[in-house]
């Protein structure tokens, strides 16, 4: 149980294009989805944190504007990245949660984010 | 805010031989603390957690302990074998706030297990 999909893994898209990028919870219900950034060797950096049906909440110094995410349901969350640039290239990782299985994230595969 | 520190950044050990990660946290309110590892180009996967009212862990060759006077926590692997080299994160958290409960990670403990 407590399995996360995330859609695409990869993509290359070219500058100024938005990419959408899915976050599933399989067998579960997730009250809360977190989205992550990680560069290369470092550790996950907190973007943005959502409530099914409510407004994300971003972490000081992350644009809203810039990465617009969804919660429409408690299987699905998805992160748009607007008007990308080659400083957007990054691996991206959703987490689910539930207050039901006290709090415990789990992890989507990650998607990989290359701006050209 | 939390704080989390994580020690050390590479540790190298030969199969067969035990591997401890350490892990400091600054807020004395935090009471969750899972670890997780992430194999490369793959997301964190959970291997273990632990609750303040809990001074230890364990499921089958990994622990955890929590030192809540102390405010830290680690990770034991015992008989490692070469799979379990991976990145592996330590975090805590605040507990719920609006049914949520933020993580704090980290930086993370590369393990390397040589054959």
């Known amino acids: 149980g407590a399995v996360v999909s995330q859609h695409p893994s990869r993509v290359i898209c070219k500058s100024g294009t938005s990419v959408k990028i899915e976050c599933r919870s399989l067998d579960f219900q997730a009250t809360t989805m977190f989205w992550y950034r990680q560069f290369p060797k470092q550790s996950l950096m907190l973007m943005a944190t959502s409530n099914e049906g409510s407004k994300a909440t971003y972490e000081q110094g992350v644009e809203k504007d810039k990465f617009l995410i969804n919660h429409a349901s408690l299987t699905l969350s998805t992160l748009t990245v607007t008007s990308a640039h080659p400083e957007d290239s990054s691996f991206y990782i959703c987490?689910?949660?539930?207050?039901?299985?006290?709090?415990?994230?789990?992890f989507g595969p990650g998607t990989r984010l290359t701006v050209l | 805010g939390e704080n989390v520190e994580q020690h050390p950044s590479t540790l190298s050990v030969q199969e067969g031989d035990s591997a401890v990660i350490k892990c400091t946290y600054s807020d004395s309110a935090s009471n969750y603390f899972p670890w997780y590892k992430q194999e490369l180009g793959k997301g964190p996967q959970l291997i273990i957690d632990?609750?303040?009212?809990?001074g230890e862990k364990k499921d089958q060759r990994i622990a955890v302990t929590l030192n809540k006077t102390a405010k830290h926590f680690s990770l034991h692997i015992t008989e490692t074998q070469p799979e379990d080299s991976a990145v592996y994160f330590c975090?805590?958290?605040?507990?719920?706030?609006?049914?949520?409960?933020?993580?704090?990670f980290g930086s993370g403990t590369r393990l390397l297990v040589r054959p």
């Open positions: 632990i609750r303040s009212n809990v």
């Open positions: 987490s689910a949660g539930t207050s039901g299985r006290h709090g415990t994230q789990y």
């Open positions: 975090a805590a958290s605040l507990g719920p706030v609006d049914s949520s409960y933020k993580l704090i």
